[in-house]
T-cell receptor, first 115, second 110 residues
Framework: DTGVSQDPRHKITKRGQNVTFRCDPI?????LYWYRQTLGQGPEFLTYFQNEAQLEKSRLLSDRFSAERPKGSFSTLEIQRTEQGDSAMYLC?????????????FGPGTRLTVL | TQLLEQSPQFLSIQEGENLTVYCNSSSVFSSLQWYRQEPGEGPVLLVTVVTGGEVKKLKRLTFQFGDARKDSSLHITAAQPGDTGLYLCAGYNAGNMLTFGGGTRLMVKP
């Protein structure tokens, strides 16, 4: 399967703990995006990378959130001191910049539950 | 406030009926994408429309991009239970951020 993969698929944690999610994009894609989706809503943009550079961050991304893409391939999203309001589906997507339509392809998501 | 407004938010119909989902904005989009998402999964890209007035067909699904590139619609003919899911429109207007609508949750009953 050469699609976008995310790990873990589900994470349950206690409030105050740190969590880290991983995303592996489609191999030839140079852009990687993180989104957050709460129940019944569309995904909301968090941040994106072009290669290893983080080019944009949403105001939704508080200082407890950090994302990295150290070698321009996989990416990690860490949430420190989790809060109940962080419970959501965290989605990763990748795309190929320069393609006319720049279509984003999504992974299956990581569902985070903060107790 | 959503930059992209989808309507209706919920739709429950019988198998075989037709339906239309709308995606509207006051902003112009360079392209607009439609996704379908099932519970517990990521959105799956159905189609991308780029040109104002463009119409694309995908089997029983017909997608249209408004002439002014501010709105789009998705029409499903003879809906089937397998069409059940969350339908999302998303567009690029300025910059590289994809903005999503709130989604239309469709249930097709057998």
């Amino acid at each position: 399967d050469t699609g976008v993969s995310q790990d873990p698929r589900h994470k349950i944690t206690k409030r105050g703990q740190n969590v880290t999610f991983r995303c592996d994009p489609i191999s030839e894609h140079n852009r990687l995006y993180w989104y957050r989706q709460t129940l019944g809503q569309g995904p909301e943009f968090l941040t994106y990378f072009q290669n290893e550079a983080q080019l944009e961050k949403s105001r939704l991304l508080s200082d407890r959130f950090s994302a990295e893409r150290p070698k321009g391939s996989f990416s990690t999203l860490e949430i420190q001191r989790t809060e109940q309001g962080d419970s959501a589906m965290y989605l990763c997507a990748s795309s190929l910049v320069g393609s006319r339509r720049e279509e984003q392809f999504f992974g299956p998501g990581t569902r985070l539950t903060v107790l | 406030t959503q930059l992209l407004e989808q309507s209706p938010q919920f739709l429950s119909i019988q198998e075989g009926e037709n339906l239309t989902v709308y995606c509207n904005s006051s902003s112009v989009f360079s392209s607009l994408q439609w996704y379908r998402q099932e519970p517990g999964e990521g959105p799956v890209l159905l189609v991308t429309v780029v040109t104002g007035g463009e119409v694309k067909k995908l089997k029983r699904l017909t997608f249209q991009f408004g002439d002014a590139r501010k709105d789009s619609s998705l029409h499903i003919t003879a809906a089937q239970p397998g069409d059940t899911g969350l339908y999302l429109c998303a567009g690029y207007n300025a910059g590289n951020m994809l903005t999503f609508g709130g989604g239309t949750r469709l249930m097709v009953k057998p």
